[in-house]
């Protein structure tokens, strides 16, 4: 715990509260990988779960709860984010909590309701500070729905109550915005996607606008699908702060509506005269249904790879430790690399950090604090075998000193024996004679 808060003082304060979570499981429970990951599986399956029971409510179909669900279950960005040790699936289950509590607050006045909606919404934005949008999504539905006196009060009370709490974590957090500065612009790529997004969201609240179809779930599910993104990329115009993960849980949105239409869709299918009959309704289940999975099996098995993520640690720990020879020496260009070893330092252990001053233990940072430019020269000079470990090719290169004096040691005074590339990154062995 002391190393925890001592971290947090100079970085990733943001994602303090989720820290926390995880040192209290893993004291509970030491099981690796498993109880890594474990709660990111609960919290996408307890996310679906709330997505059906919502559209059940919103719709009195079962057949809509059970499609809304699976949509988001099935949904490649969802899929990802089951699988990692990372808060973002947490978080879409807080707020998959908080939005069910706000559906039944919609036709009722109940102070201990939105005392839990409020504390379901700061503890998503605690692990995640973009989560408040929410409000802003759930803002627009309930002023939307025309609501009594009563709930207006507790609606501006909840929204305060989560604002003055979170404000704190925002203000020092702010201090610390140079742990995002690598996120870039959002390029062309962003905007289509977003675009595709809002239009088949647009396209599906306006088919369920229609007479006879639930207007709930539109009113509900299109601004918690469009509203937080759309804040995002229109602030990422000027501080760049997009991407996607950030905003997970607009899919809880978008797997609604998504889920809606597609029962009213097979409602209105079962008039065509090829599909009146049981056994051809049946049949036409099956092959959308057998269609689908089709086409959604690729993404699935791609995102349960190496290389559906944007580099393969376990790879290059093993890389490291096959190329590796004992007395030899690591160096980590650039610094931030570092943080390959964190997750499997057995296969570092007996490498001398020849620019490393003080490790991340005893600094309190994520990398570590690295020796001066002048001596880590100094050290580099003493070695006769080391393994780099860097981006890989084709990424711009770092232009603090300490990395300049990497490079330019290394191309002036070793030889490269070998050289292996992973996914993410690569391992390179040098060496001060030809003969490695």
């Known amino acids: 715990m002391p190393e925890i808060l001592d971290l947090l003082r100079d970085a990733d304060a943001v994602h303090g509260f989720y820290y926390l979570c995880m040192h209290f499981l893993f004291s509970a429970w030491e099981g690796g990988l498993v109880t890594l990951r474990l709660p990111s599986v609960v919290a996408t399956a307890l996310t679906a779960g709330l997505v059906g029971i919502i559209a059940l409510r919103l719709t009195a179909r079962p057949a809509a709860g059970l499609l809304s669900g699976l949509a988001f279950a099935v949904t490649p960005e969802v899929q990802m984010y089951a699988q990692e040790g990372r808060s973002y699936a947490m978080v879409s289950a807080l707020v998959a909590v908080s939005t069910y509590l706000f559906v039944t607050l919609l036709d009722r006045v109940s102070k201990i309701r939105w005392l839990v909606y409020a504390l379901a919404v700061l503890a998503a934005s605690l692990l995640h500070e973009f989560a408040v949008l929410t409000l802003l999504a759930h803002g627009i539905t309930f002023f939307r729905s025309q609501p009594p006196y009563a709930n207006r009060r507790y609606f501006a009370i909840s929204v305060g109550g989560v604002l003055v709490c979170l404000l704190p974590l925002v203000l020092f957090s702010v201090g610390q915005s140079g742990q995002v500065s690598w996120i870039g612009r959002p390029g062309l790529r962003e905007w289509f996607e977003i675009g595709g997004v809002a239009l088949v969201a647009l396209l599906c609240a306006v088919y369920l606008s229609r007479s006879g179809r639930p207007a709930a779930v539109p009113a509900l599910a299109l601004p918690l699908a469009v509203v937080p993104t759309a804040v995002l990329l229109m602030a990422a115009v000027y501080e760049h702060m997009y991407v996607d993960r950030y905003v997970l849980y607009t899919n809880i949105g978008f797997a609604l509506v998504i889920g809606t239409v597609l029962v009213f869709l097979a409602d209105h299918a079962k008039h065509l005269p090829f599909a009146r009959s049981p056994k051809a309704q049946s049949l036409s289940m099956i092959v959308l249904a057998v269609a689908f999975a089709a086409a959604i099996l690729p993404v699935s098995v791609h995102m349960r790879t190496p ?130």
């Open 307 to 436: 290389d559906s993520r944007k580099d393969n640690v376990t790879a290059i720990a093993a890389g490291v430790e096959e190329m590796s020879e004992q007395g030899d020496s690591i160096l980590f260009a650039p610094a931030r690399r570092r943080e390959w070893m964190l997750s499997y330092p057995d296969q570092f252990a007996g490498l001398a950090d020849v620019a490393l001053k003080d490790n991340p233990s005893a600094s309190g940072t994520l990398q570590g604090i690295e020796l001066s430019a002048p001596a880590i020269r100094q050290r580099l000079a003493r070695v006769e075998r080391i393994i780099v470990l860097s981006d890989p090719k084709g990424q711009p290169l770092d232009t603090t000193a300490q990395e300049a004096v990497k490079r330019e040691v290394l191309e002036r005074d070793f030889v490269e024996c070998r050289r292996e590339e992973f996914k993410g990154g690569q391992a390179t062995l040098y060496a001060r004679s030809a003969s490695c």
